[in-house]
T-cell receptor, first 114, second 111 residues
């Protein structure tokens, strides 16, 4: 049972346009959400996070939106750059839970074309 | 500052051989520790996590095991590797109020 779903395995965007990566979750106990970026043969690096008390968090070109009622979050990258080409993972956590597990989606491979 | 060390970076092992991957964290106390595997087309699969010494939770039943002998040390092991154990293994840590930090990963190829 996949608790965090990224239904698009890949996304191709033209440089300068907006990239929108989507993520859905099923566990209503999740209250902290993160996006990671990963290059081949490297560990993921943190991009941006959002807690369930907010519906938007912005950091430079990256904005994460959270729709709790729909159990959906999205990452917007504006404007997209070729260096943004990587696999993006959505992750979710029950921050106040005793178990502390962090669950990832399967990732979306973003290709930004010059 | 906090750092995470994971080794080896690459490993080629024959089927049926044992496995030991080690991860250590510096600069923090009582972190939550994680082992993930990224297999082709499978994304990041949580294998084990630990909230304290000797406390291990398994997410996926398989022939792998994990141990946490010290507060900042997390070990992934297997007694007999299978071909399906090939993949990219990642160690990560979190602590209260912080996001997860990942090691550089170990590329395991079982032949």
């Amino acid at each position: 049972d996949q608790q965090v779903k990224q239904n698009s395995p890949s996304l191709s965007v033209q440089e300068g346009r907006i990239s929108i990566l989507n993520c859905d979750y099923t566990n209503s106990m999740f209250d902290y959400f993160l996006w990671y970026k990963k290059y081949p043969a490297e560990g993921p690096t943190f991009l941006i996070s959002i807690s369930s008390i907010k519906d938007k968090n912005e950091d430079g070109r990256f904005t994460v939106f959270l729709n709790k009622s729909a159990k959906h979050l999205s990452l917007h990258i504006v404007p997209s750059q070729p260096g943004d080409s990587a696999v993006y993972f959505c992750a979710a956590q029950h921050y106040g839970g005793s178990q502390g597990n962090l669950i990832f989606g399967k990732g979306t491979k973003l290709s930004v074309k010059p | 500052s906090q750092t995470i060390h994971q080794w080896p970076a690459t490993l080629v092992q024959p089927v049926g051989s044992p496995l030991s991957l080690e991860c250590t964290v510096e600069g923090t106390s009582n972190p939550n520790l994680y082992w993930y595997r990224q297999a082709a087309g499978r994304g990041l699969q949580l294998l084990f996590y630990s909230v304290g010494i000797g406390q291990i939770s398994s997410e996926v039943p398989q022939n792998l095991s994990a141990s946490r002998p010290q507060d900042r040390q997390f070990i992934l092991s297997s007694k007999k590797l299978l071909l399906s154990d090939s993949g990219f293994y990642l160690c990560a840590w979190t602590s209260s109020g912080s996001r997860a930090f990942f090691g550089q990963g170990t590329r395991l190829t079982v032949v």
